[in-house]
């Protein structure tokens, strides 16, 4: 009706009318903005459960793992084995799975990092993980969230990780100057500081991410990789 209201062929000279039109337009423009953002975002499934991991877990994340990085052509296809040994070393300081009707779907990896300023208490995120049927669904999206909520719970000062630079702005990680983790562009390395401050230097993440499958074995993994 608004946009109407200014192209039945009739001029809108009147500053009453004139008025009106410019009111109605604006708002049809806010609404089309929001309907696109709606289209865009991320579905919330009212069935999906987002929990600790318990021990019953563990085969069904590595399938999970394996499944989520099979087809990512970045990936060295060890993110199962760093969970695994991240788990063995205790060194999972939060590891939670999203449940869909009973079965597990998806898993985020939260551990230490140790940053060389001597900035404590801060995180990295990954792997993350979600089956390919169940990607675009919002299960990433609710993983992220939940994990970063429960480190502030914790006390946490930040976290960081290496990902998509598209995806992980949405939840405030930045490209943060003079903080880097060698061997990536530093357009894939991200950061969130919790309390304000920003730590400068290298990172580095435990040496789990080392693991790929080999006794003794060493690989190139860093969070979250994807």
Not at 33 to 58: C, F, H, Q, S, Y
Not at 183 to 201: C, H, I, K, R, Y
Request: with cysteine.
């Amino acid at each position: 009706m608004a946009e109407r209201s200014c192209v039945e062929g009739k001029p809108c000279v009147d500053r009453r009318e004139l008025r009106r039109c410019t009111r109605h337009l604006a708002a049809a423009h806010v609404l089309r903005r929001l309907a696109r953002k709606n289209e865009e975002a991320e579905p919330m499934n009212p069935k999906l459960l987002i929990r600790n991991e318990t021990p019953g877990d563990v085969g069904a994340i590595t399938e999970v793992t394996v499944a989520a990085f099979k087809n990512l052509a970045i990936s060295r296809h060890t993110e199962q084995f760093v969970v695994e040994a991240l788990r063995a070393a205790d060194a999972l300081t939060i590891s939670l799975v999203a449940e869909m009707d009973g079965r597990v779907a998806g898993h985020i990896a939260f551990s230490p990092a140790t940053l060389s300023d001597g900035t404590p208490d801060w995180y990295g995120l990954g792997p993350v993980s979600v089956l390919p049927e169940h990607q675009r669904k919002g299960i990433g999206k609710a993983l992220v969230e939940e994990g970063l909520s429960r480190l502030r719970n914790l006390n946490a000062r930040g976290c960081c990780l290496v990902g998509h630079p598209e995806y992980y702005r949405k939840f405030g990680f930045k490209n943060i100057p003079g903080l880097a983790y060698e061997g990536v562009p530093p357009e894939v390395f991200f950061a969130l500081s919790f309390d304000g401050s920003v730590p400068q230097g290298t990172v580095s993440f435990h040496d789990a991410f080392q693991a790929d499958g080999q006794q003794g074995g060493t690989g190139n993994s860093a969070p979250c990789r994807a």
